[in-house]
């Protein structure tokens, strides 16, 4: 309890500090004047946290701010950069989803097609029941987190699918879970007909903008990665998984992870049909609790409180089953929503949101991970600064 006071105090300190900060912040926002906001949220995380490294951007009204921290690797003490790349986790589903939207904007596909029109194997599986939204949006019937130790390769992972049994109705129950969108990104490349790493890499990438993003980190780049750092302290980094590319396998900078967030905010600056593709994933296809559920993303009305914030990102969220609540028609699209994801891998931690009516976009990247519930008070605490000064600059 004692340590949770002190944790609680020192978040309240880091919100009154942010409150200060954000009200002396020039119009112009130029990193300069940024610097004593993001100081003043990263720095005490860091410590309490034992965090090596972070990398820090933000997006206000299209201009991008960066801030570095730390280091990407305490054995040969290399400071974090630009250039540093980070492993993001879950939010590689971010780009999974954009890339199953984009098949369907294209035409190759449709979310409400069963899974099997895509897999001859799944030919009187459970499979041809379970639409491609719903493995999309975690409601494909209680697919578990991770898959079972004993299938968690690429060659034995289509047996795994041929013998699982639902537990759910497909579409009743949401269960967060690695192999329902890992499956629904393959079965998105199988449509497309590339193998889902060349089209991630080759054709996503690129055209949103994104020059510094692998799924495989090239040899010319592994002086970029990060060092990732597990609970114990010790040096790790992410290994071989089933659907491991389409479910968490990602490697950025913080510059490229914003880069997708601002074309998450102005879709429109992107070639056809990618803005269709992108507000394919904005869309809200039903809620649970006080979370909307889009593709990839998840949504919520802002402003906000905290306390609903750490709600959608808790760990009931994401071990437990949630009866869904199907919007029809799907919600569109919100300006006045923010949008999130976290990640992790076991060395590192992530977490992206912006809020298109705002403008305002922020990514988080360490070389730890650490508990989501820490991201969320110190992005909620900036998001609020960087509102509330924007609010400001507007009076006359």
Known sequence: MHNKNLALSGFFAVSLLLSGASACLAASQPDSALKPLVDAAIRPLMQQQDIAGMAVAITIKGQPHYFNYGLAS??????????????????????TATLGAYAQASGKLSLDDPASRYLPAFKGSPFEHISLLQLGTYSAGGLPLQFPE??????????????????????????YSNPSIGLFGYLAAQSLGQPFEQLIEQKLFPQLGLQHSYIQVPKSQMGNYSQGYGKDGKPVRLGPGALDAEAYGVK??????????????????????????????????????????????????????????????????????????????????????????????????AYVLFVPGKDIGLVLLANKNYPNAERVKVAHALLKALDDQAGAAKQP
Do not use: C
């Open 74 to 95: 305490k054995e040969e003490q290399k400071a974090v950069d630009a250039d540093t790349l980070f492993e993001v986790g879950s939010v590689s589903k971010l780009f």
């Open 150 to 175: 004993q299938w968690d390769s690429q060659d034995k992972m289509l047996g795994y699918y041929q013998g699982w049994k639902p537990a759910f109705a497909p579409g009743a129950q949401r269960l």
């Open 252 to 349: 950025t900078t913080a510059a490229d992870l914003l880069r997708f967030v601002q074309a998450n905010l102005k879709p429109e600056s992107l070639p056809q049909p990618w803005p269709q593709a992108i507000a394919i994933t904005h869309t809200g296809y039903y809620q649970v609790e006080g979370m909307t559920q889009g593709l990839g993303w998840e949504l919520y009305p802002y402003p906000l409180s905290l306390d609903a914030l750490l709600a959608g990102n808790s760990s009931q969220m994401a071990f437990e089953p949630h009866p869904t609540r199907w919007f029809t028609p799907p919600q569109a699209p919100r300006a006045n929503t923010l949008l999130n994801k976290t990640g992790s891998t076991n060395g590192f931690g």
